[in-house]
């Protein structure tokens, strides 16, 4: 039986061609229908409606922008979803809304399930990466066979029907928020004489990722934890790291956590440990 992907993006059409060369047969749909044109030229059957994409197949894969865009393309199908057919959405939405998707999905008799992923396209077309999802032990377990040849590993969060999408923001915010840090390291480095190249020379003898979950524990202690760099300390690292940046235009995170810093040295938190400043709320405990 067919295999519904609607939405053929990059990462869309990544999971195209992985289930082509599996051998499966796909269908596909796309708002813009050059997109799933090309794919037709590869072997995809190309739907002209999402509901002639999703009739008799017996799973759908959604892999679209947006909230609006996934509650568009699923009240387009009403009526058209084979029974029992599980719907999986991939896409990178609010959690509020996909709660409330699920309960109206689940209402109207559309096994809907929220498993946004952790791919780039390569890892879509190659079925590696990291998948999320959401659903009951017993839903997992029958969803697992499937969506195994999809993704290298599988994270079953559990059953509430938002906390893959809560897991998947928290995930991209550390992503983003990465990148506009080492768009400072680069603005730093560029005022003192160095190339991209050689700020990241710096990694070649340090590697700090597998220091991450320490880095979240000590934030998570609320300034709790044995002092192991005073924030009064932190302040002037910040100030001097600004400051050899040729100051705060054009940087992306450093004023930012400048002034977050500030913040908690005016509630009197100098000499605790220096991560007190990244607690957003209840720093007087």
């Not at 659903?135 to 377990?141: I, L, R």
Request: glycine fraction near 10%; include cysteine; charged fraction near 20%.
């Amino acid at each position: 039986m067919t295999i519904a992907i609607l939405g053929t993006g990059l990462l869309g059409a990544g999971m195209v061609r992985n289930l082509l060369a599996k051998g499966e047969a796909v269908r596909v749909w796309n708002r813009s229908a050059d997109k799933a044109l090309a794919l037709g030229a590869e072997g995809a059957e190309v739907a002209a409606s999402p509901a002639e994409a999703v009739r008799g197949a017996r799973r759908v894969h959604l892999v679209l922008t947006a909230d609006d865009a996934v509650d568009d393309v699923i009240a387009a199908c009403a009526g058209a979803f084979a029974a029992d057919c599980p719907v999986f959405d991939h896409s990178t939405n609010l959690p509020d809304r996909v709660a409330a998707r699920h309960q109206r999905s689940r209402a109207a008799g559309i096994a809907y399930f929220h498993a946004p992923v952790f791919m780039a396209p390569a890892n879509a077309r190659d079925g590696t990466g990291l998948m999320l999802l959401s659903a009951s032990a017993a839903e997992a377990e029958a969803a697992l066979p499937s969506l195994q040849t999809m993704t290298g590993k599988i994270w079953h969060v559990g059953e509430r029907p938002d906390l893959a999408a809560v897991y998947k923001l928290i995930g991209n915010a550390l992503l983003v928020s990465i990148s506009g840090t080492f768009g400072d390291l680069f603005a730093l480095g560029a005022h003192q004489g160095l190339d991209p190249a050689e700020v990241l020379q710096i990694f070649d003898h340090w590697r700090p990722g597998s220091m991450l979950p320490a880095f979240g524990q000590r934030v998570a202690a609320r300034g709790t934890n044995p002092v192991s760099w005073e924030l009064v300390t932190a302040a002037k690292d910040v100030r001097l790291m600004v400051e050899a940046a040729g100051g705060a235009e054009g940087l992306v995170v450093l004023p930012a956590l400048a002034a977050a810093i500030q913040v908690a040295l005016s509630e009197g938190h100098a000499q605790k440990d220096y991560a007190i400043f990244a607690w957003p709320r209840g720093r007087q405990g």
